[in-house]
């Protein structure tokens, strides 16, 4: 499957260390070689780069190890196709924009027979499961909260919701933000760390690349780093338990929420989902 990388910090971070170890997975130290992208949020902006080209050849690969972007949540991926062509238009993460701000979205998995209906308010310029599954997300927030942005406990039960319908269809992890905060997905397998002071050093695990935190920190600084697979050899990384949503916000896990469904919950699911079809009527 993909590998997933995302980042989520309480002050504006640079990922050149992580990234080092996770472009090594395309094409390396792993067999990922179809295609990779990396996108910033900046502000109310993002900085997306996208390459159909293997992470451990690309030259935008090389430009993005090497330049310290600083920002609040940051979404990678590296692609091993399962659905869809190698293509540009294939490539994640995928970016749209709802209520006035850019989404980003990776997904890692397969879904099968998974055949939403859209309204056109998002369609899909390639032809992957993941970039539909981002397109009906987006569709099913935007129908379910018609008057804009919801509260927070209210989006993540709807996240909630949607990665259990979803993730019905197959294997779906995958990493989500909107600038504000970084949600991801275990379906299969996630993992992450928190870097907080005091500050060590730290190993990758794909690279003989080693960084004493330390140094390039403050005593304030708190960065929440999700993975496929842990990037680095001698720290402790906390592995997602599968059927699990995560909200990461201010550089910590800050919210978690079962996406196993069990017969109560998938009761609540297809409650939910019926209320949603009857308001749309």
């Known amino acids: 499957m993909c590998q997933l990388l995302g980042m989520n910090c309480n002050t504006p971070t640079d990922i050149c260390f992580s990234f080092a170890g996770f472009r090594a997975r ?19 902006g993002c900085r997306v ?31 091993k196709a399962t659905q869809g062509q190698l293509a540009l238009e294939n490539t994640h993460p ?36 993941s970039e539909l599954a981002f397109c009906h997300i987006l569709q099913s927030l935007r129908q379910r909260f018609r008057s804009g942005q919801p509260a927070a406990d209210d989006l993540d039960r709807e996240l909630q919701r949607l990665a259990i319908e979803i993730g019905s269809h197959g294997t779906f992890n995958f990493l989500l933000s909107n600038g504000t905060c970084l949600y991801a997905n275990c379906s299969s397998q996630l993992a992450y760390i928190v870097r907080q002071a005091p500050f060590s050093v730290a190993h990758l695990a794909d690279q003989d690349v080693s960084v004493d935190f330390s140094e390039v920190t403050t005593p ?8 496929t697979t842990p990037l680095t050899d001698n720290e402790d990384w906390h592995i997602i338990e599968r059927g699990t949503l995560l909200r990461f916000s201010d550089g910590k896990p800050a919210l ?25 009527a």
Request: hydrophobic share 40%.
């Open 256 to 280: 978690s929420l079962p996406t196993r469904a069990s017969p109560t919950l998938a009761a609540e699911v297809a409650c939910a989902s019926n209320e949603t079809r009857s308001s749309d």
């Open 26 to 44: 395309g094409g390396l130290t792993d067999i990922h070689r179809d295609g990779w992208g990396i996108a910033f949020f900046e502000g109310a």
């Open 94 to 129: 995928f970016q749209r924009e709802l209520w006035g701000r850019y989404w980003l979205f990776a997904h890692n998995g397969n879904l099968s027979e998974f055949e939403p209906t859209l309204d056109g308010s998002y369609l899909p310029v390639g032809n992957t499961d």
């Open 220 to 227: 304030n600084d708190r960065v929440a780093v999700v993975v």
């Open 49 to 79: 780069f996208l390459d159909p080209q293997p992470s451990v050849d690309s030259p935008v690969a090389e430009l993005v190890r090497n330049y310290p972007i600083r920002s609040l949540n940051v979404i990678a991926h590296i692609r």
